[in-house]
């Protein structure tokens, strides 16, 4: 018989969404009742892909039925659409050949790390998106789950005491580094000062740094940087994954891209970026050419102005979340540049904080223990739901006794 995997038995259980999406429906089938349940759990989105957009969608599967429009693979993603990211979102600091297109940041994620391969240490954010840790973990990056972390993994406090920033002095030399701003789960967005930081040591340490920056469309004060290629020297210690997802309303979509810099480089000073192309030719065909095309509609004009009034809803939703906290004294941050707000309830855990909202008030939250240790008496409110629901569920959480 052939052997399992034993990256894959050094998981911690299940993953964080599925295992919530379970305790719903256990809950939901064991309490039938006439009061709907409402999700502020996952960050998915629920607006509908705004109409110009939408017609570069429509556009894109047009042109395929035509001799003229139709195209296959283009495994790093149409040229005209790598050349558009770079002039929409990077001020045209990369040639084409650095930004590659792909389903989605979570699956670049997952995929990255088989360029540094097992043994590789990794530091991340703790709290964080639990991706960086299972990604990890499955390429044999990192060892067993104990004592609230995996070997191999330092986890960075991020805590109201650090102003939700870690202390690198955590990290060991030539760490791969997962770093996320605006924060999921927490909600805050680093600033141009400390993402400083965090390059001078990348650089004198020998780090790379994958930078998640999935939800930099949703800040909004202009003095805070949306990506990590707003720093000087970041080409030679950083990769950024990007998305779609949130911004456009592309979550069932998939599109996203990462930067790879030609100027990163191994220890040996062999180049990241050809490595990519490489894998990536290998284990990926590439995204959807009508994704794309989609995606070259949110880029013009009238698509920025789309992605502006569905990032602008959310925050929105955001924003009455938080005051409906701040009304029942619960303190909170994030949400006012990302859709994430980060609740604490001291003394309580998360899990069972999560239970009582599902049980008393049928809301379904993200407990912060599942983002890291330090996620633990924190609950996070996502804010990607219809207005009604995220309107009800605020009413109905007027009764929460903290
Ligand atoms: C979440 O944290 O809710 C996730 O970001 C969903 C996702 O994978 O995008």
């Not at 629920?46 to 017609?55: D, F, K, N, Q």
């Not at 067993?144 to 991020?158: K, T």
């Not at 999935?214 to 004060?221: H, L, T, V």
């Not at 309303?249 to 970026?273: C, H, I, M, Q």
Request: proline share 5%.
């Amino acid at each position: 018989m052939i052997i399992r995997n034993p990256n894959i038995a050094n998981l911690k259980a299940g993953y964080l969404f599925p295992e919530i999406a379970r305790r719903r429906r256990e809950f939901a089938s064991a309490h039938p009742s006439d009061v709907r349940i409402i999700s502020l759990g996952v960050g998915n989105t629920t607006e509908p892909i705004l109409p110009h957009i939408c017609g570069g969608l429509v556009e894109g599967s047009r042109r395929l039925g035509t001799i003229e429009g139709y195209l296959g693979y283009q495994d790093e993603g149409l040229l005209e659409l790598r050349e558009k990211i770079s002039e929409v979102f990077y001020g045209r600091k990369f040639d084409a050949d650095e930004i590659f297109i792909s389903d989605g940041a979570k699956c670049d994620i997952g995929r990255l790390q088989t360029l540094f391969g097992a043994g590789t240490r990794v530091a991340v954010q703790d709290p964080s998106y639990p991706v960086y840790v299972d990604g990890s973990v499955l390429s044999g990056a990192a060892g067993v789950w104990e004592n609230n972390g995996y070997h191999g993994v330092a986890y960075l406090p991020c805590t109201a005491e650090n102003g939700y920033f870690p202390d690198f002095s955590l990290v060991p030399e030539n760490s791969l580094v997962y770093f996320c701003s605006p924060n999921n789960p927490t909600g805050v967005v680093s600033t141009r000062e400390q993402l400083a930081e965090l390059v001078k040591f990348a650089l004198k340490k020998g780090c790379i740094v994958v930078f998640d920056a999935a939800y930099s469309e949703f800040i909004r004060d202009p003095s805070l940087p949306k990506s990590i290629f707003e720093i000087d020297g970041a080409e030679q210690c950083a990769i950024e994954v990007q998305s779609f997802s949130k911004s456009a309303g592309f979550t069932g979509v998939r599109l996203g891209w990462s930067v790879v810099p030609k100027a990163l480089k191994y220890a040996d000073d062999e180049s990241v970026n050809a490595d990519w192309a490489r894998l990536a030719g290998t284990v990926f065909n590439g995204a959807s050419n009508i994704a794309q095309t989609g995606a070259l509609a949110a880029l013009d004009s009238e698509g920025l102005k789309e992605m502006r009034r569905l990032t602008d809803f959310y925050l929105e939703n955001a924003r009455l979340i938080k005051g409906a906290l701040q009304n029942l004294g619960i303190s909170s941050i994030g949400g006012d540049n990302s859709p994430y707000i980060w609740a604490r309830f001291p003394g309580r855990d998360s899990w069972d904080v999560f239970a009582e909202i599902l049980e008393r008030y049928r809301i379904v939250t993200t407990p912060g223990a599942g983002f890291g240790p330090s996620g633990q008496s924190f609950i996070r409110f996502s804010a990607f739901g219809r207005r009604a629901d995220v309107e009800e569920a605020c009413e109905r959480l007027k009764s929460f006794k903290v």
